[in-house]
């Protein structure tokens, strides 16, 4: 599987998240760990221009990478808080709050 189509799988629950929100303008503040130009904070940037781009604009979205907003444990809980809407974390971390996931650390 493509890069592009990976991109593309992962932002599809995106797409349905937001389908209830009207025509409210949407604000994403996604959080990594990673530094710049770490690919997958690449590819996330580039996902996130492409949404701006392709909602002419009712979405903007805004990256935060370098663990400015904390580590991966406190950015899930600022998303379970809704303080931020994206993240990319490990499956270790989400074990504790999804623990369905844990199926996938298995050794």
Same mark, same amino acid.
Request: some cysteine.
């Given at each position: 599987?493509?890069?592009?189509?990976?991109?593309?799988?992962?932002?599809?629950?995106?797409?349905?998240?937001?389908?209830?929100?009207?025509?409210?303008?949407?604000?994403?503040?996604?959080?990594?760990?990673?530094?710049?130009?770490?690919?997958?904070?690449?590819? =996330?940037?580039?996902?996130?221009?492409?949404? =701006?781009?392709?909602?002419?604009?009712?979405? /903007?979205?805004?990256?935060?990478?370098?663990?400015?907003?904390?580590? =991966?444990?406190?950015?899930?809980?600022?998303?379970?808080?809704?303080?931020?809407?994206? /993240?990319?974390?490990?499956?270790?971390?989400?074990?504790?709050?999804?623990?369905?996931?844990?199926?996938?650390?298995?050794?």
């Amino acid at each position: 599987m493509d890069f592009k189509r990976k991109l593309l799988i992962a932002a599809l629950p995106l797409a349905f998240c937001m389908s209830g929100l009207a025509q409210a303008d949407v604000k994403i503040k996604f959080a990594e760990v990673h530094p710049a130009g770490y690919a997958p904070v690449v590819a =996330e940037q580039n996902m996130g221009k492409k949404l =701006e781009e392709q909602s002419k604009g009712e979405i /903007t979205f805004k990256m935060y990478a370098g663990g400015v907003l904390g580590s =991966e444990k406190e950015v899930v809980e600022q998303v379970q808080s809704g303080a931020v809407q994206m /993240t990319r974390v490990s499956l270790g971390i989400v074990g504790p709050v999804v623990p369905d996931v844990n199926v996938f650390n298995l050794p």
